[in-house]
């Protein structure tokens, strides 16, 4: 274990109120790691917020792979605020199912002289599956008071997958044989996931990962189950063939800038099937495929209608480049990757794209 994962384990072992917040549009790899690790921490006794929560549909659709029990979050403080000068005593009674607070005043008290409002509930500690200058940061704060930086982990898209870094944090877990069984499933399925069936991103490692989740009992027909349903989330079935088919007739490449372009409309979501609350996942699928087949080609990007503007999402191994989108306010960009919105046009997204192309040196791809 290395100093890092060290670290991180003190934190856990030593806290009990985590939070875990991912994007709200995650892909199920990333997905299924952070309900692993939320699992996980209930498992110890702990308590977790999981922000955004997941949809009943989700909850639905995925059955099979989450726990059959969602684990406890982390309730709000109410706070009930009395006006000192008028208050003489408060005393509380408790009855079977309720208790009852008895105000004694100092002189005519009304109900509107009575607040009461929610606090923000507090963590110990937050686990972040973004950068820190992400912009989801902000709407994760209108819901719960982060601890200070020093007790947030972020957990980030690199060569090792989220599952492996999911069992690095936890498998000193003590669990028992049937929730053993749940989270080495939740972490399997994102494996299969992250790696494309064992296709990408894998090396030693993450074969020794995925032998290790099986001997701990995952169940690897769980994603199989999920795939072969009439309508995934991007997944590998029909109407991700037909958005993959339509996006790979409508991808140029453009040698100038060693990049690949690809242009889908409102019309080819709508006659491949995929419905508005699984296109951002398909794209995303889309972007990947193509940046693995397109050869001698180090961005690549997609353009997509939505409902009223066109989108994009970025691929790049050019640092400069995303360097270059990151300081406009046109893209918000992690790592690798950036996602701009609320183009009026294809056109307008191209030339806003171009511009920064025109700024920026390729070398020679061999």
């Not at 049937?178 to 939740?186: F, G, P, R, S």
């Not at 296709?199 to 995925?210: G, V």
């Not at 790049?316 to 992690?334: Q, V």
């Amino acid at each position: 274990m290395n100093e890092l994962a060290s670290a991180i384990h003190t934190l856990i072992e030593t806290h009990e109120r985590f939070l875990i917040a991912t994007r709200p549009q995650a892909q199920r790899n990333v997905i299924f790691a952070r309900e692993a690790l939320r699992f996980a921490l209930a498992t110890r006794g702990a308590k977790a917020i999981a922000l955004p929560e997941l949809s009943p549909s989700h909850t639905s659709e995925w059955a099979g792979i989450l726990p059959p029990k969602t684990p406890a979050s982390i309730p709000a403080k109410i706070i009930i605020s009395l006006p000192k000068n008028k208050t003489k005593e408060v005393q509380y009674k408790e009855h079977d199912d309720t208790t009852t607070f008895v105000i004694t005043p100092k002189e005519k008290m009304d109900a509107k002289d009575i607040t009461v409002r929610e606090e923000l509930p507090e963590v110990d500690v937050a686990f972040f599956f973004f950068p820190y200058e992400d912009s989801f940061r902000n709407e994760v704060i209108k819901h719960v008071s982060l601890p200070s930086k020093e007790k947030m982990v972020f957990l980030l898209e690199n060569e090792k997958t989220m599952a492996e870094k999911i069992y690095t944090i936890s498998e000193s877990t003590t669990f028992r044989p049937e929730e053993e069984i749940v989270w080495a499933t939740l972490l399997y399925c994102s494996l299969v996931l992250e790696t494309d069936n064992f296709r990408i991103k894998t090396n030693a490692d993450s074969f020794h990962l995925a032998e290790q989740l099986v001997k701990r009992g995952a169940n690897t027909d769980a994603l199989a189950a999920l795939e072969e349903q009439k309508e995934g989330d991007g997944g590998r079935n029909l109407s991700y063939a037909q958005i993959l088919g339509r996006a790979l007739a409508r991808t140029q490449v453009d040698e100038a800038t060693h990049s690949s372009w690809t242009f889908l409309t409102q019309k080819d979501f709508q006659k491949s099937g995929i419905q508005s609350d699984k296109k951002e996942v398909a794209v995303k699928d889309v972007l990947e495929y193509i940046e693995r087949i397109v050869p001698r080609v180090e961005t690549s990007f997609l353009l997509w209608e939505g409902n009223p503007h066109v989108s994009c999402i970025i691929k790049s191994k050019n640092n400069a480049f995303i360097s270059r989108c990151a300081a406009t306010d046109s893209f918000s960009c992690a790592r690798t990757v950036c996602r701009g919105e609320d183009f009026s046009s294809f056109t307008h997204a191209e030339l806003k794209i171009r511009e920064l192309l025109k700024e920026t040196k390729y070398d020679t791809i061999m």
